[in-house]
């Protein structure tokens, strides 16, 4: 089955520096890609949704990068605030499968 | 748009005793909720998945004799933690999925947090 790896488990950074968190995934299948922000104490909040088909997507703050050739997914966030802070977890499915497997996510810390 | 809700938030059971948590998807039909646990440590286990018209699929190491999942309809599910023990705490997401919203996106409830004393 599908293999998702984070990293880095755990990232501090300074206010206002990016943040880059990468994951990779193993079935080339994969064809839907998802990052969600997970606060302390609260559940799953969806940043962004990759389509395989689209290698660069901008939100708010951010960036996600998807390199289907490494099988490599990333998201960079591009100016830090405290607000940041929190836990990232990468998510990849398959077409025509239910399953949505995890990376082990990374804990990010925003120093003001 | 697509919300999802869990009952109870949090709640603490002795060891041994069973407890049940809820799920509730509105504004999209959920043909498909899948259940998990997330450890002290953060990471995700997929318990099973539950998808209309098919089988509850459990994943290796959880089993419906422990983990039993009631999803009668596009809207609900629930899943009881039969015989909890200390090793069964954490964090427990519902994450649903299905048509009338965005079909390919898994979108989670708050969690219930179950403490076993």
């Known amino acids: 089955g599908e293999q998702v790896e984070q990293r880095p488990p755990h990232l501090s950074v300074r206010e206002g520096d990016s943040a880059v968190i990468t994951c990779t995934y193993t079935?080339?299948?994969?064809?839907?890609f998802f990052w969600y922000k997970q606060e302390p104490g609260a559940s799953l909040q969806l940043l962004m949704k990759?389509?395989?088909?689209?290698e660069i997507n901008e939100g708010q703050g951010f960036t996600v990068l998807l390199n289907k050739k490494d099988k490599r997914l990333s998201l960079n966030l591009t100016a830090a605030h405290p607000g940041d802070s929190a836990a990232y977890f990468c998510?990849?499915?398959?077409?025509?499968?239910?399953?949505?497997?995890f990376g082990k996510g990374t804990s990010l810390t925003v120093i003001p | 748009g697509a919300l999802v809700y869990q009952y109870p938030r949090r709640t603490i059971c002795k060891s041994g005793t069973s407890m049940r948590m809820e799920c509730q998807a509105v504004?999209?039909?959920?043909?498909?909720v899948a259940w998990y646990r997330q450890s002290p440590q953060k990471t995700f286990e997929l318990i099973a998945l539950?998808?209309?018209?098919?089988?509850?699929?459990?994943e290796q190491n959880f089993t419906q004799e422990k983990f039993p999942i009631s999803h009668p309809n596009l809207s609900f599910s629930s899943m009881t933690v039969l015989n909890a023990y200390l090793e069964d705490r954490g964090l427990y997401l519902c994450?649903?999925?299905?048509?009338?919203?965005?079909?390919?996106?898994?979108?989670f409830g708050p969690g219930t947090r179950l403490l076993v004393l």
């Open positions: 998510a990849v499915r398959a077409t025509g499968y239910q399953n949505f497997y």
């Open positions: 079935d080339p299948n994969s064809y839907y």
């Open positions: 990759v389509f395989s088909s689209t």
């Open positions: 504004g999209f039909q959920a043909t498909s």
């Open positions: 539950s998808t209309v018209n098919s089988a509850i699929k459990y």
């Open positions: 994450g649903a999925r299905g048509t009338g919203g965005d079909q390919d996106t898994q979108y």
